[in-house]
């Protein structure tokens, strides 16, 4: 086992190197510069900046200097924001992410996984499809949708929670329910479908012959094997809740990372595009290897591949 | 091929039974699915009302009518007017269409290229499999909103280029799906007989191959079409999708979301009508996966 998550971490290096190489070409070949949008900056300056930053050297020599920098965990300043390195601009806001992510993910376990089980359980009853019926609501109204009535109902006319801002421990309430609500119900979903491909095994009705409860059923026999389904999903989901979503920031006005995925590329900011990118791949990558070393946990039978 | 048949054309008609093909009874048990029905009829009305509505209405989607504005749904204008006075029925109809087209042609370009790179990959096996799937890897772990950002950048604003961009990070699972069932499939006996046959592997992949395939492509692709639409609309959120004075759902509910304090209307219509398609798509899209009885694309 050590051996493998020791193999899967070294092939990060060669994955993340062609991330890189890909993302840092992939700025530079895209229309525009850092200083376009800067209203007429006179050439003379445009030149002192370009030389400044180093845009002014050779494209290949940019890339080396930048890898070397990389290696040493520099992600180099800011085009955008003067002053401020890219390693700055992340430790400043990936912590508020990361709060509104962990926040959210809490919402969607605890939502999402007891009503799956619930509806698993109670198959084909109005339970199940009342429970269906909400994850179809979560995964059919979009958080743009879901975020801006929530914001209405209960910032505007209850007045129980700020529309918008993150200083407050109230303020987490709105986001983080927008946030966890889409991610219940796909949790919810595939709780539900593993469960209940599991249930229909023979060591179920093995268990059932014997006279064990349906508690003792769904948790000490089925939910082990029904949860990789779920396992699959979390992974690459806690990558993205973690990083920070550009629509729930926006909406509540929250300073964190999701928005700069989407400044940094509509402003060419080249290094904070490339840091962003490398930051999000590495976290995929690590939690892809986590789901993994999981699912062999989960299902023994996989230790002998 | 034509001397290796056998003659079936002179064995006696066994008139009393009509065949039951695959696709005979898919369609069976799709009409037995309540639900799926429901699905099925939503969308063919809304690409309807979508298509031809606007063109039963004296409103346009950029004529302006400032005295107008804001206009609570009444009896001039269904859905009431937007802040130019512009009837919002016509402007949801508008951007039905191209939420719809572009949902169904992007869904199209993703489907090509993921069909054809994990039927290339799945058949071919071994190192230039590992290669291909590895990119694949690799391009699952970019954040695909810098990508569409950047693509959209430096492709222009221009619809077309939407749907390519949008094809063109949505193909990976697509792609993933179809190299596992060539992966089973290709062990097959029908297709070491006509590997025998010295068919070349293009027309191994594309005659053999693809048509057995059809069944979980076509489940995915329905269930591929409301997370293109998802990201249209958030494009057109971020304000890199259409532009005005023309709108897709994605800008209308942007619109509606800013405004929605006092002007209700201009976020519920078009958010429960984008919603609507996006349940429909789902329940089309699960009937389809029983009907055709697919189990690799389950989630």
């Known amino acids: 086992m050590l051996r493998f998550v020791v193999r899967r971490l070294l092939q990060l290096i060669p994955v993340l190197f062609v991330i890189v190489t890909l993302t840092f070409f992939m700025v530079r070949f895209v229309p525009g510069g850092p200083f376009t949008a800067e209203k007429a900056v006179s050439p003379e300056i445009l030149k002192n900046l370009n030389a400044h930053y180093g845009l002014d050297q050779p494209l290949w020599r940019q890339y080396l200097s930048y890898l070397g920098h990389l290696v040493q965990g520099d992600f180099g300043p800011s085009f955008k924001f003067t002053n401020r390195t890219v390693n700055e601009i992340i430790a400043a806001k990936l912590p508020v992410s990361l709060e509104l992510g962990g926040l959210a993910l809490g919402v969607a376990l605890v939502v999402g996984l007891p009503l799956g089980i619930l509806a698993a359980a109670r198959r084909n009853t109005w339970l199940d499809y009342l429970c269906t019926a909400t994850g179809l609501i979560g995964i059919c109204v979009p958080t743009f949708v879901l975020g801006p009535i929530l914001a209405l109902v209960f910032g505007i006319y209850l007045r129980w929670f700020n529309v918008s801002g993150w200083e407050y421990a109230d303020d987490r309430v709105l986001p983080s329910l927008t946030l966890g609500f889409v991610y219940a119900a796909y949790l919810m979903r595939l709780t539900r479908g593993g469960l209940l491909e599991v249930l229909n095994l023979d060591f179920i009705r093995t268990a059932r012959a014997k006279g064990a409860s349906e508690v003792r059923i769904i948790f000490r026999h089925a939910l082990q094997g029904g949860l990789a389904p779920v396992v699959s999903f979390l992974g690459p989901a806690i990558a993205g809740i973690l990083t920070g979503s550009f629509i729930i920031e926006t909406i509540f006005q929250i300073p964190g990372l999701g928005r700069e995925f989407v400044t940094s590329a509509t402003n060419r900011d080249y290094t904070l595009v490339v840091g962003l990118v490398v930051l999000y791949a590495t976290l995929i990558v690590v939690m892809n290897l986590v789901v993994d070393v999981v699912q062999v946990w989960l299902n023994p039978k996989l230790r002998f591949e | ?299």
Request: proline letters at 5%; glycine letters at 10%.
């Open chain 2, 1 to 299: 091929m034509t001397a290796a048949s056998p003659p079936i054309s002179s064995a006696p008609p066994v008139a009393t039974e009509a065949g039951h093909s695959l696709w005979s009874d898919a369609w069976h048990r799709l009409r037995g699915n309540r639900l799926a029905v429901f699905g099925g009829g939503v969308l063919l009305l809304l690409t309807v009302l979508c298509v031809v509505g606007p063109w039963f209405s004296h409103y346009t989607y950029n004529e302006q009518e400032l005295s107008n504005a804001f206009a609570p749904p009444g009896s001039a204008h269904w859905l009431g007017t937007d802040q130019h006075g512009r009837d919002l029925l016509v402007r949801i109809l508008y951007g039905g269409r191209i939420s719809l087209g572009v949902g169904l042609c992007a869904t199209l370009v993703a489907l090509s290229i993921g069909v054809v790179y994990g039927a290339i990959s799945g058949y071919a096996g071994n190192k230039t499999d590992a290669l291909m799937m590895r990119f694949v890897d690799i391009l699952y772990a970019l954040p695909f909103t810098i990508f569409v950002i950047l693509l959209m950048v430096f492709l222009g604003r221009n619809i077309v280029l939407l749907f390519v961009a949008i094809g063109a990070v949505e193909w990976l699972t697509m792609a993933r799906i179809v190299r596992g069932q060539v992966q089973s499939l290709k062990k097959m006996e029908f297709i070491e007989a006509a590997r025998a046959l010295g068919y070349s592997p293009r027309r191994i992949i594309f005659r053999h191959l693809l048509p057995n395939l059809l069944g979980p492509v076509i489940v995915y692709a329905t269930l591929t079409i409301p997370s293109v639409m998802l990201l249209e609309a958030f494009l057109g959120f971020l304000g890199l999708g259409v532009q005005p004075p023309m709108s897709s759902w994605g800008t209308l509910i942007k619109d509606g979301a800013d405004k929605m304090e006092e002007y209700w209307w201009l976020l519920v219509f078009p958010g429960s009508l984008f919603s609507l398609t996006l349940l429909s798509l789902n329940f089309l899209g699960d009937g389809l996966r029983d009907a055709l009885d697919v189990r690799a694309a389950k989630d």
